[in-house]
């Protein structure tokens, strides 16, 4: 079964305005991953967050950690249309242990 | 740098049909993974190779899929005979050492296939 399930399942936005979304999941990680995959192509890494952490930044984006409620959140700032785009969370408990993908959000960022 | 390429990008067959899919990771790139995409879901992990051996496919359905890394760089990922549920987006994946946890994943672009 997956391990993440962000939260909402789809997100409609005007451009300029913030987005933001929540990624749960059931066992203890190692780290937790955040993707981006534009309609029809692969997926792109955007950060990644270890247990320990509890924030990160990385241009626009901004995710949080808190593992004593096994969630994590995406906010991707002042959006624009090219953000539109399914987000999804990955999350591993270290070693050699898979990456476990949830089932993402739809983010449209409407011009 | 060159990413992951993969072929062919679409693929239509009819069920009972045999299909491969080929992917040539990022140069260098020791792991390489296969995953299965459904329409509307995450991608889901079939195998993992760390060069030319099998780490991980706990969730690749033996009796039809089978996939190969040949000298540790390319892959083919094979399904023979295909049934409709196989219809998916396949997509490799890359990464440079062992530790999943610790390592970007590189995702090409994915080969769409369509059993009907």
């Known amino acids: 079964s997956q391990q993440g399930e962000e939260d909402p399942q789809a997100l409609s936005i005007q451009e300029g305005e913030n987005a933001t979304m929540n990624c749960s999941y059931k066992?203890?990680?190692?780290?937790l991953q955040w993707y981006r995959q534009n309609s029809g192509r692969g997926l792109v890494h955007l950060i990644l967050?270890?247990?320990?952490?509890r924030e990160k930044h990385s241009g626009r984006l901004r995710v949080t950690l808190d593992t004593s409620k096994k969630s994590s959140s995406l906010l991707i700032t002042a959006s624009r249309a090219a953000d539109t785009a399914s987000y999804f969370c990955?999350?591993?408990?270290?070693?050699?242990?898979?990456?476990?993908f949830g089932k993402g959000t739809r983010l449209s960022v409407i011009a | 740098e060159a990413g992951v390429a993969q072929s062919p990008r679409y693929k239509i067959i009819e069920k009972r049909q045999s299909v491969a899919f080929w992917c040539n990771p990022i140069?260098?790139?020791?792991?390489l993974y296969w995953y299965q995409q459904i329409l509307g879901q995450g991608p889901k992990l079939l195998i993992q190779?760390?060069?030319?051996?099998?780490?991980?496919d706990s969730q690749l359905p033996k009796d039809r899929f089978s996939a190969e890394r040949l000298k540790g760089v390319d892959s083919t990922l094979k399904i023979q005979p295909a049934k409709l549920e196989d219809s998916a987006v396949y997509l490799c994946?890359?990464?440079?050492?062992?530790?999943?946890?610790?390592?970007?994943?590189?995702f090409g672009p994915g080969t769409r296939l369509l059993v009907l």
């Open positions: 967050i270890r247990s320990n952490e």
């Open positions: 990955a999350t591993d408990a270290g070693g050699n242990t898979p990456l476990v």
């Open positions: 190779f760390q060069n030319n051996g099998v780490v991980d």
């Open positions: 140069s260098g790139h020791a792991t």
């Open positions: 994946a890359s990464s440079p050492g062992r530790d999943t946890g610790r390592k970007t994943q590189y």
């Open positions: 066992t203890s990680i190692n780290n």
